[in-house]
């Protein structure tokens, strides 16, 4: 059975306090591992897709990487604005996603 | 990336009632999809609409209870029919855009459902 599992479940960070975020995969016929964002009460907005392992992408102060098995996202020197709940997903064909159960990010200022 | 409005943006409603939500993209799109969301808990697949054929609804949801039309290619609707309190949750509708080796999915702002 596919499975995605984040951690932590929840993360608390001061300001400028740079951390990671975990995600570990079992997804037969992978094709990307995606990340997205997710407010509370709105739908997730689309961060990063990986293809491959040793793959990196960077946004702003995030940067996912991905290896054989697991999915970092690195956040540096957080703001306020970055709290919110991250998802890790695993797609495979015919729009086929399997979501972890997120993390959810509060940043104190 | 294909913007995506649903309406209504949040509903109270109560038991025994239904709720159609509209899903609208502002391009066209072969696959659409519709999901749930109940409280603290992540996004489960409903069902997966195509233009001019039937959805195909995933285990543990029936058409009976999750009517689904796809009348064009920007447009989609999802009716939660017979409403419980169970029924409480945010609907999601999203849509596929292509790419290689995988299709990535963006999501609309979503439907936070309430019964009563």
């Known amino acids: 059975e596919d499975q995605v599992t984040q951690s932590p479940e929840a993360l608390r960070l001061q300001e400028g306090e740079s951390s990671s975020l975990n995600c570990s995969y079992t997804?037969?016929?992978?094709?990307?591992l995606f990340w997205y964002r997710q407010d509370p009460g709105k739908g997730p907005e689309f961060l990063f897709t990986l293809y491959s392992a040793g793959e990196e992408k960077e946004k702003e102060r995030l940067k996912a990487t991905l290896t054989k098995k697991e999915s970092f996202l690195h956040i540096t020197a957080p703001k306020p604005e970055d709290s919110a709940t991250y998802l890790c997903v695993g797609g495979t064909s015919y729009g086929k996603l399997t979501f972890g159960q997120g993390t959810i990010l509060t940043v104190h200022p | 990336s294909a913007v995506i409005s649903q309406k209504p943006s949040r509903d109270i409603c109560q038991r025994g009632t239904s709720l159609t939500i509209q899903c609208q993209v502002d391009?066209?799109?072969?696959?659409m999809f519709w999901y749930r969301q109940q409280p603290g808990q992540s996004l489960t697949l409903i069902a997966t609409?195509?233009?001019?054929?039937?959805?195909?609804?995933e285990s543990g949801f029936v058409i009976d209870k999750f009517p689904i039309s796809r009348p064009n290619l920007t447009f989609s609707t999802l009716t939660v029919s017979n409403m419980s309190p169970e029924d409480s949750s945010i609907y999601l509708c999203s849509v596929e855009d292509p790419g290689y080796p995988a299709d990535t999915q963006y999501f609309g702002p979503g439907t936070r459902l309430t019964v009563l």
């Open positions: 609409a195509n233009q001019g054929s039937e959805a195909t609804y």
């Open positions: 391009s066209q799109v072969t696959m």
């Open positions: 997804v037969s016929g992978l094709r990307g």
